[in-house]
């Protein structure tokens, strides 16, 4: 439970061979929520026409049986939304349409550009003017400005301009693309239901709609899906795979399965491997939930010290429409989760967590414990320290905003209130994910950027929001 991290967006598509998708993208989008919460929006084509709906709000507020009735059509994309880039107001919402040669297309996109200002500015000099604040405009107006017979060509050119992380759907009146960036920052999968094709952020928006998983489209890899089938090209050259480690961390749903593998698997080996690299004197062990929990159980499976469901987690508490009064604020982390006080009174914990941002959450959920009767803490982290801000599509604090960033382990732990606290190595962290340190980025940790960055216009933001304090555990992936 990470209040301070925040990534951005969902992305669906659907080609279908004959089928109304207007319904399949909405139960896609349900079953990325966990990456986006701020708006959501699906675009479906007739084969004539474009029809786009979008809205501030949750996929299920956004959606209803009356306004998806009208988005008839076989080929659609959609978007669940949390902005890295951009305000959170309507027009920033995606899918975005734009034209491209008198016809419509539509784009919707999780990632974040390192180049916006650059190709914006340079747009602006010939005159085109841009509607949003986002990235995803400055994408589709170089498709659109880009003066190509097709828009495969268009597509193609644009995405040699742009510098960063990307997985894209766009959506033409007869065809559905899918575009992955050449580090292959963000997933993006394939799927297959009775001869239509699916794109999806992750492997559980298949399962929701019984579609199989094909496989991952690869970094630099461009899908086109029309009337003759699925075709694939590399279109960019791929000299460093930097797939974001924290997508395996806390991003992903624990259903899913990213880079070859199960994501609470996953979760459950980096616990094994904290509880080999830091084992601790204790009675139980906790997660907090829900990110911890994989992870705690697997520290109980190594350790041999009982896992307990020791904090209780209120599922119910949306984000959007939730405006909590001062004092509401100040409830903060109650929230959301309430000890089970006859479970931890007298006890030695192990609590295990994702990652520690600013410190402010874990010093609340700590305190509870012990307010609950804990006898000792000792808290427990499956990634190594957070030092270095992420350009690519991850909002988490700015570089003296991170608790780590200026204090010792030893000042964290007593500021934490902790008997004891320790982090998942990196090399821990490589060796429980069981692929090669090379595929990914750890630029959060180590500060070695895969994609150069300018920090100069990326001001350092602030990240005091305290409605975002409360709420941000509810996942929000980029765009
Ligand atoms: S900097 Fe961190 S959060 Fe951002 S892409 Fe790299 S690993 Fe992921």
């Known amino acids: 439970?990470?209040?301070?991290?925040?990534?951005?967006?969902?992305?669906?598509?659907?080609?279908?061979?004959?089928?109304?998708?207007?319904?399949?993208?909405?139960?896609?989008?349900?079953?990325?929520?966990?990456?986006?919460?701020?708006?959501?929006?699906?675009?479906?084509?007739?084969?004539?026409?474009?029809?786009?709906?979008?809205?501030?709000?949750?996929?299920?507020?956004?959606?209803?049986?009356?306004?998806?009735?009208?988005?008839?059509?076989?080929?659609?994309?959609?978007?669940?939304?949390?902005?890295?880039?951009?305000?959170?107001?309507?027009?920033?919402?995606?899918?975005?349409?734009?034209?491209?040669?008198?016809?419509?297309?539509?784009?919707?996109?999780?990632?974040?550009?390192?180049?916006?200002?650059?190709?914006?500015?340079?747009?602006?000099?010939?005159?085109?003017?841009?509607?949003?604040?986002?990235?995803?405009?400055?994408?589709?107006?170089?498709?659109?400005?880009?003066?190509?017979?097709?828009?495969?060509?268009?597509?193609?050119?644009?995405?040699?301009?742009?510098?960063?992380?990307?997985?894209?759907?766009?959506?033409?009146?007869?065809?559905?693309?899918?575009?992955?960036?050449?580090?292959?920052?963000?997933?993006?999968?394939?799927?297959?239901?009775?001869?239509?094709?699916?794109?999806?952020?992750?492997?559980?928006?298949?399962?929701?709609?019984?579609?199989?998983?094909?496989?991952?489209?690869?970094?630099?890899?461009?899908?086109?899906?029309?009337?003759?089938?699925?075709?694939?090209?590399?279109?960019?050259?791929?000299?460093?795979?930097?797939?974001?480690?924290?997508?395996?961390?806390?991003?992903?749903?624990?259903?899913?399965?990213?880079?070859?593998?199960?994501?609470f698997e996953l979760r459950h080996r980096m616990g094994r491997q904290l509880a080999i690299e830091s084992p601790a004197e204790a009675d139980i062990v906790i997660g907090v939930p829900d990110s911890g929990t994989p992870a705690a159980q697997g520290y109980s499976a190594e350790s041999g010290i009982p896992y307990i469901d020791g904090l209780i987690k209120n599922r119910y508490i949306g984000r959007t429409f939730i405006q909590p009064t001062q004092e509401i604020r100040q409830i903060g982390v109650k929230l959301k989760l309430n000890p089970l006080k006859e479970i931890i009174r007298g006890k030695r914990l192990v609590v295990v967590d994702d990652s520690i941002v600013r410190g402010n959450t874990s010093k609340k959920v700590i305190q509870m414990l012990y307010n609950a009767g804990a006898k000792e803490v000792h808290m427990r982290i499956t990634s190594p320290p957070l030092l270095f801000p992420c350009y690519y599509g991850v909002d988490m604090a700015t570089k003296k905003e991170f608790i780590a960033s200026h204090r010792t382990l030893e000042d964290i732990r007593k500021y934490l209130n902790l008997d004891s606290l320790r982090y998942l190595s990196i090399d821990g962290l490589v060796s429980a994910i069981g692929h090669s340190k090379d595929k990914f980025c750890f630029a959060c940790f180590n500060g070695d950027y895969p994609v150069p960055v300018n920090e100069d216009i990326y001001p350092e933001k602030d990240f005091t929001d305290s409605e975002d304090y409360i709420n941000s555990d509810i996942l929000k992936a980029n765009h």
């Open 1 to 263: 439970m990470n209040k301070c991290l925040k990534e951005a967006c969902g992305v669906f598509g659907i080609y279908s061979k004959g089928k109304n998708v207007a319904e399949f993208i909405f139960y896609g989008l349900q079953a990325l929520q966990h990456r986006g919460q701020e708006s959501a929006g699906i675009a479906v084509s007739d084969g004539d026409d474009i029809l786009v709906f979008k809205d501030l709000g949750l996929v299920s507020q956004v959606f209803s049986e009356q306004n998806l009735a009208p988005l008839q059509g076989s080929i659609g994309i959609g978007h669940t939304r949390y902005s890295t880039t951009g305000k959170n107001i309507w027009k920033n919402s995606q899918p975005i349409y734009r034209m491209f040669n008198d016809e419509v297309f539509a784009i919707a996109h999780n990632g974040n550009l390192t180049n916006t200002d650059e190709i914006r500015k340079e747009q602006m000099r010939k005159d085109i003017r841009f509607e949003t604040s986002t990235d995803t405009e400055v994408i589709a107006s170089l498709i659109e400005n880009s003066g190509c017979l097709s828009l495969e060509e268009a597509v193609k050119e644009a995405v040699d301009k742009i510098k960063g992380s990307y997985s894209l759907v766009i959506l033409s009146k007869d065809a559905l693309f899918a575009v992955r960036d050449p580090h292959g920052f963000r997933p993006l999968v394939i799927g297959e239901r009775e001869g239509d094709w699916i794109i999806a952020s992750e492997t559980c928006a298949l399962d929701i709609i019984d579609a199989d998983f094909v496989r991952e489209v690869d970094p630099g890899e461009i899908i086109i899906i029309d009337k003759d089938g699925m075709r694939s090209q590399m279109m960019l050259d791929v000299d460093r795979i930097s797939m974001c480690v924290f997508e395996l961390i806390y991003f992903a749903r624990p259903d899913s399965y990213l880079y070859g593998k199960n994501i």
